[in-house]
């Protein structure tokens, strides 16, 4: 079974130019200890779907799902209480803009001691000493070393690679099963990037905390995760075992991305284009119907007006009438037209 | 901070001096004579009068009457009332409790049921809930302060006779004054009937703490619910909600800390506005405090009275807003940051 399994998740937003479906049908499945790694344009719905899992909904989404399945229990029939008890705990959550993420009027260190687990066995006139000490040991582990500086400090203090490790810190101390990276790693320099995937790939693997990683960089989702969903425009365009990707993409939007990784060999000659796909990214407000790549996709015809269904080939999934596969997947295609 | 508050103390004094200067020169404007104006003594014999002018050097240039008008204010001489005959100095003392036990009470009010309720008016999630508790706001905001007293007093104290509507404490009490605040005098008096006394100060402040408070109370409603709207949509909140945290303890840690910023920064500056409500509300009630006495004085062409008065109000006004900001320094990091910027 696995950990979480998400069907045809729709995200709308009330806007002022009406309602935009934000994220159209996805479908995302994370097994138990694995790195699934989620790869998008900025805008592309990843952090919105990252917050429809954990369960903190902005006040204008309407959300709808054909299921939602977390561990075996329906998430969408959960009660907002039971919810928040599953975060935290649970499910955990780095996000995009970790010193905006930090309350400015309280120290750190008395946000990192609140998000400490408890320990029910020490008398309580020892808990909050316990818990500073545990905070200290996962400020160690987050790679902070002077942790009386940045624990007696304020958010705006740190720099922003400094608050996401503390804001890392506070999300792998309750030991969760599912940590959702939510771009663990911007605004960091390279040599922090790779100790804090690093640091997340060593969770993985000795405490089997699955890991849901967004990011917008294929290459370093490439080099860490285990399966990899390729997202554009609040659809999922393809998914499946990032070894076997990277190797043969379907969808064309992958192969695109694949194609366009800039190579720093120093073939290129000076000052010619970087090869990307033409086009730029649908508004919001002007979402094209179909399947949304159509615009710029190299293989549209006239068949991509209507939203090719989620096609099921071994362990890989694609959303595409005309993917780069031998045999064409017809099990769902008479459905969507 | 050390470098700050020096900065705030010299903002204090030069604001008191610029509040002299006015003072020193208004008073020459009086319609009357300038020894009048100064001491307040109606007739003085020979010897007063060059008491007088040795004290304030009348005979001197104007810069030179300005420093001895100077020390003679700050050493405390501030002339006796032409009416009662006693030192204006010795009236202060015994006016000023009156109006900050007022001003404390309603303060107080204001802060207890504005705070719950702003915070309640931006958690709700039902429009009538809502939009009453705006409704009722912007009426409070809007009634005239002096027709809101007369009508409570003619309900509550009239036709009711719940309530008595004037003064302080019912003459039939005899309290030593110790603190000048009738609710801890009667406490420490140890009189048989001190506590019959203590609930008679309550019952005689209800009233005008009551009509004082409204105003505060509607402002910190509504600056207290606005900066929670904003504060709740903040991602700091989003992410304590994503580390479990109970939403009682969101609020009341990471959002109520946030949200009282503003609202002390607002009372700050309606201090002025709140100073001229007690006034009102102390000559409605017939409150012996500052503001009654001042009218008083202005309307018995006491001018030492009214130069005091005004003096004593000025001062403590500047004084409260000065502390207020430094409040809200201490009280906000945030503010720090740009103080360490600009040093």
């Given at each position: 079974m696995?950990?979480?399994d998400?069907?045809?998740l729709t995200?709308e ?9 934000a994220?159209e049908?996805?479908s995302l ?11 998008g344009?900025?805008g ?11 369960g ?17 229990r ?40 609140e ?8 008398p ?6 316990k ?11 987050v ?13 705006w ?12 810190a ?17 605004s ?25 990683l967004?990011?917008?960089e294929?290459?370093t ?12 425009c ?5 998914s ?11 969808h ?14 120093g ?35 006239k068949?991509c007006v209507?939203k ?8 890989r999934?694609?959303a595409?009438?005309?993917p ?14 | ?46 010897q ?12 001197s ?51 207890m049921?504005?705070?719950?309720l ?8 039902h ?20 027709w ?7 309900w ?38 001190s ?6 100060a ?5 009233l005008?703490?009551?009509?004082l408070a409204?105003?505060?109370?509607t ?7 606005s ?6 949509d ?9 580390r ?9 840690r ?6 009282v ?21 102390e ?19 006491d ?17 409260l ?10 009280i906000n ?9 600009s040093?």
């Amino acid at each position: 079974m696995p950990l979480l399994d998400i069907r045809n998740l729709t995200i709308e937003l009330d806007t002022p130019h009406g309602r935009v479906k934000a994220l159209e049908r996805v479908s995302l499945t994370i097994n138990a200890a694995e790195i699934h790694g989620l790869v998008g344009e900025s805008g592309s719905g990843r952090s919105l779907l990252a917050r429809a899992i954990l369960g903190i909904p902005g006040h204008n989404w309407s959300i709808t799902a054909d299921r939602m399945m977390w561990d075996g229990r329906n998430l969408l029939e959960m009660s907002s209480k039971q919810r928040r008890n599953l975060m935290g705990s649970e499910i955990s959550m780095i996000f995009q803009d970790p010193s905006s993420s930090l309350d400015p009027v309280i120290s750190v260190g008395a946000q990192l001691i609140e998000s400490m687990p408890a320990h029910k066995q020490t008398p309580f006139w020892r808990r909050t000493k316990k818990k500073k000490q545990t905070a200290e040991k996962w400020l160690h582990k987050v790679g902070i070393k002077n942790t009386e500086r940045v624990m007696s400090s304020y958010a705006w203090e740190l720099s922003e690679g400094e608050c996401q490790k503390v804001m890392i810190a506070m999300a792998v101390a309750n030991q969760p099963r599912l940590l959702i990276a939510d771009e663990p790693t911007n605004s960091m320099e390279i040599q922090t990037q790779a100790q804090i995937f690093r640091l997340l790939s060593k969770l993985n693997q000795l405490q089997g905390v699955s890991i849901l990683l967004i990011s917008h960089e294929l290459e370093t989702l490439s080099m860490w995760c285990d399966q990899l969903s390729v997202m554009y425009c609040g659809q999922i365009m393809e998914s499946g075992p990032t070894s076997e990707i990277v190797a043969q993409p379907y969808h064309p939007y992958t192969k695109a991305l694949l194609d366009n990784i800039p190579n720093y060999s120093g073939e290129m000659n000076h000052k010619s284009i970087m090869p990307t796909l033409r086009g730029s990214a649908p508004a919001l407000q002007h979402l094209p119907i179909g399947c949304r790549l159509g615009p710029r996709c190299p293989e549209a015809q006239k068949k991509c007006v209507n939203k090719p269904n989620l096609c099921h080939k071994k362990n890989r999934y694609f959303a595409c009438h005309f993917p780069y596969h031998e045999e064409q997947c017809n099990d769902e295609s008479t459905a969507s037209s | 901070m050390v470098r700050y508050l020096l900065r705030r103390l010299n903002l204090f004094l030069a604001t008191s001096l610029v509040l002299f200067i006015v003072l020193f020169i208004v008073t020459n404007q009086f319609p009357v004579e300038q020894r009048f104006a100064l001491t307040g003594i109606q007739s003085p014999n020979a010897q007063q009068i060059a008491q007088i002018e040795t004290d304030f050097n009348l005979n001197s240039g104007v810069f030179n009457q300005f420093i001895a008008y100077l020390q003679q204010r700050l050493s405390g001489n501030l002339g006796i009332s032409a009416t009662s005959q006693r030192p204006v100095a010795d009236e202060l003392a015994s006016v000023l409790p009156a109006t900050f036990e007022l001003a404390a009470v309603s303060g107080t009010l204001a802060l207890m049921f504005g705070l719950p309720l702003g915070i309640l008016a931006s958690l709700s999630r039902h429009k009538v809930t809502q939009h009453t508790i705006m409704a009722i706001t912007l009426t409070g905001y809007s009634i005239p302060v002096f027709w809101l007293g007369l009508t409570l007093s003619l309900w509550f104290g009239v036709e009711l006779g719940w309530l008595p509507i004037s003064g302080r404490l019912n003459l039939l009490y005899e309290i030593e004054p110790v603190t000048g605040f009738m609710l801890v005098d009667t406490l420490l008096s140890t009189s048989p009937y001190s506590t019959s006394a203590f609930f008679d100060a309550v019952l005689h402040i209800i009233l005008p703490a009551i009509t004082l408070a409204v105003l505060p109370f509607t402002v910190v409603v509504r600056i207290t619910r606005s900066a929670m709207m904003t504060i709740m949509d903040q991602t700091y909140i989003k992410a304590a909600e994503a580390r479990g945290l109970h939403t009682s303890r969101i609020v009341l840690r990471h959002a109520l800390p946030n949200a009282v910023i503003p609202v002390i920064k607002s009372l700050g500056l309606m201090l002025g506005s709140f100073a001229s409500y007690a006034m009102v509300v102390e000559v409605i009630f017939a409150w012996p405090g500052i503001g009654s006495w001042l009218v008083a004085g202005i309307y018995q062409r006491d001018y030492t009275v009214i130069q005091g008065g005004v003096l004593a109000v000025a001062l403590i006004i500047i004084f409260l807003s000065i502390m207020i900001e430094v409040l809200h320094t201490s009280i906000n990091p945030l503010s720090r940051k740009e103080l360490y910027a600009s040093n």
